[in-house]
C-alpha cells in the first residue's frame, strides 16, 4: 500500500494537495492501492471530499481511524437534535442562537453554518466566560469538546466517537513561543488498553505504525514533511520512507547547494539515516539534490499529472476564447510575485486596451491582496484586472484563456504551467527554478523570459496576441507538449518507486 | 419528612456527625420521620452507611446526580485496571505506581481493604494531570482534571455505565459553571445548583436542620415548615431570613428570640429528646 501523509483535505487545496490528488486518480488507473493519509483533526474535512470525488477507501484520518470512525456516517446535526439545558430562551444572531437563563444571563451559544447544520455548542460561566466548546462533525456527532481557562486558552480537548465515547484526551500548556502545546495525549485503544503519548507527533507515529501493520509491503511518502516527517521518522515498525520535496530545498534560491535548507525540509536533510530517500518533481531538482546527496536516492516523479480524458479533449482554437484574456493561477502570497504580473500587464494594456486579466487563486494573505488591489488601482486598471478567488473547477477558465503568467520567486514544479499547456494556453514565465525549463520550450508552446524582465515578458505576449496563427502554433505545440504530463508518463516514474519499495521488503525476506 | 443536611459520613467521623445521627434516633421516638442528606462529594460514604445499616436513614444528593440508585458491584481491585496493562507495575507507598521505562505514567492508591479508591496520571514531568476516583460500589464515579500549575480546572461525575452526569469548571479554584448534563440543566451558581438538586431530592420537607455552615444558605430556598440552622461554634451571625430557629450552645448567645439554647454534645438523651419535642411543639 502507498501511503500519502499530510495534514487534511481543506475546501481550497494548495498545489500539494492537488498533486496528491491527481497522484492517487493516477495510481488507481493503474490499479496500485494508496490512501491519502491525514493526520490533522478536522470536523468539516468529510464535506470536502465529494469535493474532490474522493471515497471513503481513498483517505484515512488519524482521529478517524484511532476513535473508531467511519469515513462517511450521518447526516449533519441540527438544532433541534441537540439536547441543551431546558429553561432558556433562544434569540437568534446571524448564523448563531444565543440562549439566556431567566435571569437574562448569557449561557450557551450554537454556531450554525449557511445549511443549518450545527458546528459548535458554547457554555459559558460566571462573567459571560466561555468554559467548554463542543465541537459537532459534518457527518453527525459532537466530535470534540474543549475546555477553556479564564484566558479562553484551551486547557484540555476530548475526542469522541459516534457513540459518544471518549477516545482521546488531550492535555495542553502554554509553550515556550506563546502558543499553547500539548503536555500529554491519553488514548483509549480498541483494546481497552490506555496509552500515554507526550506529544501528537508521538501519536502521529503509533497511528502510522498501526497503518503500517494493517496492510503490507507499505511506502509511507510525507508531502508535508514539516508537518509530518517527525511522525514518519520516528515510526516504530520498518517501513519504506520517502519524503517529497515540494518546494526549492534552500532559502537562498541564487546558491541551490548551499547549507541554508529550506525549513520546511531541513529536519529530514539533517537526518537523511531515518529515510530512504527522497522524491523530487522536475529533473533539474533531482540533479540538484543528488549532487548535494550524494549518498541519498533522489527519485523523480512529477506532480503534474494531466488525467487521460484532458489530454483527449477536443482542442479550443482562437476564435473559441475570450480574446486577449490573460489569467494567472496562484494563491495570493508574497513569493508569487502576482505584483509582477499586474505590470507586465499594464504594459500589454497599453497597447491592447481590450486586454484582460484574471487572477485566479484564494487569499493566503491580506496584506498581498490589498497591495494587489492598490496596485491596480494606480495603474488605472481596475476595469481590467479581477481577482477572481478560488475555483474548484479549473477546466473551464484555461479554455477560455489565451495565455497564462507566472512570476513566482520559486517553486517546485509550477503545477500550473502543466495545466495551461494541457488546455492549449500558452505560458509565459519567468525563468525560475524549478519548473518553466521542465514544460516550455521557450517560442515553441510560450516563452521563458529573465526574471524580472517586465518588458520581455510584455513584448511576446503582445506581439502573440496580436497574430492569430503565430498564438495557434503556439497553442497547438502547448496541447503536443503536454503527453509530457500524462498519466502514463508519471505512472513509468511511480514504477521506479513501487520498484524500490518492492526491493526494500524483499530484503527482509532474504 | 424531616432532614438534617450534611456533608460525608465516614469512619471519622466528627463530634457534629455524631449527634446527628444520634438525632436521628431521637426524632424517631418523637414519631417523626427523618433523614439525613449528604450534599458532599465522598467515594466512602456508602461504606460506612452500610456498615452501620443507614441505608433508609440517608441520602446522598451525589447518589442522586450521578444515578447510582441501586447499583452495587464488588470495588475494583488492583487487578482489575486492565487499561494500564500497557505499563510496568510496581509496589508504591499506598498503592501501585505504572512505569513507561523509568517514568511514572499512573499511580493507583488502594485502601486497607486493598479496594482501589483513586488513580492519578501524569504528564512528562510526573506532574498530575488526571485524578479518578472509584467508588467502593465498583464503578469509576469521578475525574478531576488539572492544569500545569496542578490547579483543579474541571471535574465530570459519571454513572455506573460510565455517562457524565455533572460536569464543573473551575477559574481560580472556584466552581463557575455546572451542567447536569443528563437532566439538562446547566448553572453558573453553587447555591443555585445546590437549590435545584435540593428541590428534586427533599419530599414534603417540614424540618429541615441544617449542620453546618455551608449549608445554611440553602434553608432559605427550601419549603419547609420548620427550618434550623445550628451554631455550635459560633456567635450569632446568621442570616435571620434563612431559617426560624438558631441553635445555640451558650447562653452568651442568646441575641433575639430566634435562638433557642440547646447543647446536644453535653445534655442527656432524655433532655435531648423533651427539648426536641418542646421546639417541635412549640413551632410547627
Known sequence: MLYFVNQTIPERLTGIESAQLKRLRMLADHHVEAQLVTVA??????????????????????????????????????????????????????????????????????????????????????????????????RG??????????????????????????????????????????????????????LHFASEGELASYFLDQLNQRTERNLFVSDRTARVGWSIAHMRTRAFKLFHVHSTQVNTITNLQSDDFNSNYRYAFKNLGQWNGMIASTHAQVADLQKKFPETTVYRASVSIIPDQILQALQVGYDQRTPFKIIAVARLNPEKRLDQIVRIFALIHAQIPQATLDIWGFVADQKVKKQLMD????????????????????????????????????????????????????????????????????????????????????????????????????????????????????????QTIIAATEAFYREDEN | MDYFLNGVLSESNTPIEVKMLQRLTTFQELGRAAKVVLCGYSVNSYTFIQQHHLEKNVVSCYDWLQEVAEFKKPALRRDDLPQLDNYQRENAKGGYAYLA?????????????????????????????????????????????????????????????????????????????????????????????????????????????????EYDQLLKKIPGKLRIVRLYNANFDGDESIAQIFLIRKQAQFVNTHTVLLDEYTVSAAELKQTWQQILTTNL
Open chain 1, 41 to 138: 483533526y478536522s470536523p468539516l474535512y468529510a464535506q470536502n471530499m465529494p469535493l474532490y470525488q474522493l471515497r471513503p477507501e481513498n483517505v484515512v484520518n488519524m482521529y478517524d481511524y484511532l476513535c473508531g470512525i467511519d469515513t462517511q456516517t450521518g447526516k449533519p446535526v441540527k438544532t433541534e437534535q441537540l439536547r441543551l439545558p431546558a429553561g432558556l430562551t433562544a434569540r437568534p444572531q446571524g448564523t448563531e442562537l444565543h440562549y439566556y437563563n431567566e435571569q437574562g444571563q448569557f449561557m450557551v451559544k450554537v454556531k450554525l453554518n449557511a445549511a443549518g447544520a450545527v458546528l459548535s455548542v458554547n457554555y459559558y460561566g460566571k462573567n459571560k466566560q466561555a468554559v467548554r466548546s463542543e465541537i459537532y462533525d459534518i
Open chain 1, 141 to 194: 456527532f459532537k466530535s470534540s469538546e474543549i475546555w477553556y481557562d479564564r484566558q479562553l486558552r484551551s486547557v484540555q480537548r476530548f475526542f469522541f466517537n459516534p457513540s459518544g465515547e471518549l477516545k482521546m484526551i488531550f492535555f495542553y500548556r502554554m509553550g515556550q513561543l506563546s502558543q499553547q502545546t500539548v503536555r500529554a495525549v491519553q488514548y483509549y485503544a480498541p483494546d481497552g488498553r490506555w
Open chain 1, 375 to 494: 496596485l491596480v488601482a494606480e495603474l488605472n486598471l481596475t476595469a481590467a484586472v479581477q481577482l477572481k478567488g478560488y475555483a474548484v473547477e479549473m477546466h473551464p477558465i484555461y479554455d477560455q484563456a489565451q495565455f497564462l503568467m507566472v512570476t513566482s520567486r520559486y517553486e517546485g514544479t509550477a503545477l500550473v504551467i502543466a495545466e495551461a499547456l494541457a488546455h492549449g494556453v500558452p505560458v509565459i514565465s519567468y525563468d525560475f527554478n524549478y519548473g518553466p525549463r521542465e514544460f516550455i520550450d521557450s517560442g515553441k508552446n510560450g516563452y521563458i523570459v529573465p526574471v524580472d524582465d517586465q518588458a520581455a515578458a510584455a513584448k511576446v505576449a503582445i506581439t502573440a496576441l496580436n497574430d492569430p496563427d503565430q498564438w495557434q502554433r503556439l497553442s497547438q505545440a502547448a496541447y503536443r507538449s503536454s503527453s509530457r504530463s500524462s498519466e502514463e508518463a508519471s505512472f513509468a516514474s511511480w
Open chain 2, 101 to 213: 521505562a523509568n517514568r511514572m505514567v499512573a499511580r493507583s492508591y488502594v485502601n486497607k481493604r486493598g479496594q482501589i479508591t483513586h488513580v492519578n496520571y501524569y504528564d512528562e514531568s510526573e506532574q498530575r494531570l488526571e485524578t479518578d476516583q472509584y467508588d467502593l460500589r465498583g464503578f469509576l464515579s469521578r475525574k478531576q482534571f488539572f492544569n500545569v500549575q496542578q490547579e483543579l480546572v474541571g471535574e465530570q461525575y459519571l454513572n455506573p455505565v460510565g455517562q457524565v452526569c455533572l460536569d464543573v469548571a473551575y477559574a481560580q479554584k472556584q466552581p463557575v459553571y455546572f451542567n447536569l448534563i443528563r437532566k439538562q440543566r446547566v448553572f453558573t451558581e453553587q447555591q443555585a445548583f445546590w437549590q435545584y438538586c435540593l428541590a428534586h431530592i427533599l419530599v414534603d420537607p417540614e424540618v429541615v436542620i441544617s449542620e453546618r455552615r
